[in-house]
């Protein structure tokens, strides 16, 4: 399999890596982070470089990839021969594994990992953001041979930031199949665990090494995206890289200023809320490298003016630099929307101020926080004091559980619980962080004893800087929990601290037990794609996916009236033996599902494309001609073929379902079907 080649390829960088610093017990987590960090970088260049000449297929990336491994397969015997490979040592981790806490640690961490990769390899994607446009654009990607822009309904597929779905993209091309499309996300979730256990042991204690993994791998909203395609988890990794190399030292080199650079860069190509949660970090750099020049170098006040100078200069470069990789896409935004953030999609607030952040507060708490009344309590504080409409679509994006009926607010505080990867909320967590700020703020007389408090507080502050300015710049999300995520993973040195503070033992163990207990449940159990279904009402509860064909899974959660309209219309296509196709879908229709029926039940290639675009994306290159269409589908009652296939064609319309609305045009002409 050539998805083998990326596979020893990063397993020998992270072995060469470590060669480079025999003997530290960091080694293996720090040559994770960098060597995911490197294969990053790599991706995004090799797609774009790929993508200007059209080349962007197996032929040329298997090669790139093979000539890569041979090169680290160099490396590593050049090592071996010099005996400058160190095996990793486990007396080297200091990992005291008979310790009850860290058994408990353990046994879950490798417990939840274990079944999260399971799921992952074992269920086909089925989140409702991958079916639209996450995948979508990989498969269009993969068939036009380039990541340039085309006409699309859903313009989210082409001008949201590309970064994971590069990712993915790499991985389809080698294994020819979407098998391994949410081991990216999975990936991100390992280096989370292992990149905060660094970070806490930085900012808290030399003993924090399992707790803190486990507290990461117990993030329910974590668990649930573990196993999906999207780009959460993906961001919150970057993230914590760049949390991590800002706190590994006080004095940074150039090197240290690349990996940090890097970071950021990594996490804009990720997804854009990169911005609100990246500039409060950077801050705290600017702060620890002005704090250490002016106690290692005391000087006179004109010194201590140029020493601020030069480090907000490097300052200023570090995030231009972080952009580098973000601006082929934000070019192409520009081009064809006239803004390098491409079109606002409405989540902006329209509303600024104190009332609006406060209003925001008040819901993401309540949509992570099952405790009777509390919505009723937040409407109640909304008009009585802070006297704005909860409801007030200037600043929310989606309604709330009060915009309806009152009586099923029950219903809104068990889907904080339910494990579901768009709503799924975080209380123990939450009330840890909580916890972990009152012992600060009572603690803070202490924090002058030493510079690991004040890191821990500066990331604090960060975090929820950062969370202020989400709520100020946002609106409210009813999926909010999931864009929270970054924030959740970043406050776990906190949550560590706070349960290293906590005096009695059997309370801490208690916690302990308790988010071992959920983490597995939720491992288990996640609601489009469990391995043990919950007996849920939900119309989204899927059966395990033990019982399901890979291919019924695509359809075993949301959307499954879905699947017999999709299967009849593509056989129809398929009768027509038509290879070129428009989809003629809605702007938040389900598109990836017909790729796949496509790929299943056609034994030739294929060509499919958005017909009827009305947005911007019209005036994008098509990525083939009108004429060679033969069959459309559609979603939309009102559409009919215009100006479509060979002069003077005419089409035959068949209505596949009302309810949800599915027809196909198929042209009259038999032979028009071929790919020029």
């Not at 503070?501 to 801490?508: D, Y």
Request: hydrophobic share 50%.
């Amino acid at each position: 399999m050539l998805i083998l080649l990326l596979v020893f390829n990063f397993l020998s960088t992270i072995f060469i890596f470590i060669s480079l610093e025999p003997g530290r017990r960091l080694g293996l987590r720090d040559a994770f982070i960098k060597s995911s960090i490197i294969y990053g970088i790599l991706i995004v260049v090799l797609t774009e470089v790929l993508s200007f000449k059209h080349s962007l297929e197996t032929s040329f990336v298997a090669s790139f990839w093979s000539l890569l491994l041979t090169l680290n397969t160099a490396l590593v015997g050049l090592k071996f021969k010099r005996r400058s490979l160190q095996p990793l040592k486990l007396q080297n981790l200091n990992w005291r594994f008979f310790d009850c806490d860290n058994l408990i640690s353990i046994f879950t961490v490798f417990s939840v990992l274990g079944l999260t990769l399971a799921t992952a390899l074992i269920a086909a994607p089925n989140n409702w953001d991958a079916m639209t446009y996450h995948l979508p654009r990989v498969m269009h990607w993969l068939q036009n041979q380039t990541v340039a822009y085309y006409p699309t309904n859903n313009v989210r597929q082409i001008s949201l930031p590309p970064g994971t779905g590069y990712l993915v993209a790499q991985l389809q091309i080698l294994a020819r199949s979407d098998r391994f499309a949410s081991c990216v996300q999975w990936l991100a979730f390992l280096g989370i665990i292992g990149g905060t256990s660094l970070v806490a042991e930085k900012l808290t204690h030399d003993a924090a090494k399992w707790l803190p993994m486990l507290v990461c791998a117990s993030l329910p909203m974590a668990i649930m995206q573990a196993t999906t395609p999207q780009t959460d988890l993906t961001l919150t990794y970057w993230l914590v890289c760049l949390v991590y190399f800002i706190f590994r030292t006080k004095d940074y080199k150039a090197h240290d200023y690349f990996w940090i650079s890097v970071s950021l860069g990594l996490s804009i190509l990720a997804k854009p809320t990169a911005f609100v949660f990246g500039f409060s970090l950077m801050v705290i750099l600017l702060v620890r490298n002005l704090a250490y020049k002016s106690l290692k170098y005391p000087t006179t006040l004109k010194k201590v003016i140029s020493q601020f100078g030069l480090t907000a200069l490097s300052f200023i470069l570090i995030s231009v630099a972080s952009l580098g990789l973000s601006l082929p896409s934000y070019w192409r935004n520009y081009l064809l929307f006239g803004s390098w953030m491409g079109p606002e999609f409405g989540t902006r607030n329209e509303v600024l101020g104190v009332p609006q952040i406060l209003s925001n507060i008040l819901k993401y708490l309540a949509i992570n926080l099952p405790i009777p009344g509390f919505w009723q309590l937040t409407a109640s504080i909304h008009q009585s004091v802070l006297q704005v409409d909860v409801n007030n679509p200037r600043f929310n994006y989606s309604p709330t559980p009060l915009a309806g009926d009152v009586s099923q607010l029950p219903l809104a505080l068990l889907k904080i619980l339910a494990p579901h990867e768009d709503y799924v909320g975080n209380p123990i967590h939450l009330l840890l962080i909580i916890l972990g700020w009152i012992i600060l703020i009572f603690g803070c007389k202490n924090l002058s004893r030493g510079t690991r408090s004040l890191d821990l507080l500066m990331l604090s502050i960060a975090n929820l800087v950062s969370f202020l300015s989400f709520c100020l710049l946002l609106k409210w999300q009813v999926w909010g929990n999931r864009l929270l995520l970054p924030l959740f993973v970043l406050n776990v040195p906190l949550i560590t601290y706070c349960l290293h503070r906590i005096a009695p033992l059997k309370l801490r163990r208690a916690f302990l037990v308790l988010l071992a207990f959920m983490a597995i449940l939720y491992a288990l159990t996640p609601m489009r794609h469990p391995l043990l279904a919950l007996p849920n009402r939900s119309d989204e509860q899927s059966a395990s996916i033990l019982t399901l064909s890979r291919s019924e899974v695509y359809f075993s959660g949301a959307r499954k009236e879905l699947q017999a309209p999709y299967r009849a219309a593509i056989a129809l296509i398929q009768q027509h033996q038509c290879r070129s196709v428009g989809l003629a879908l809605g702007g938040d229709d389900w598109e990836y599902p017909l790729w796949v029926l496509m790929e299943e039940q056609s034994s030739s290639s294929f060509q499919m494309k958005s017909v009827g675009v009305k947005n911007e994306s019209r005036l994008a290159p098509p990525e083939f001609p009108d004429e060679q269409l033969c069959a459309v589908l559609s979603t939309i009652p009102t559409y009919q073929p215009q100006n479509l296939g060979a002069q003077n064609l005419a089409w035959q319309e068949q209505v596949i379902s009302e309810t949800p609305f599915v027809k196909v045009f198929v042209s009259n002409v038999e032979k028009q079907n071929s790919l020029s």
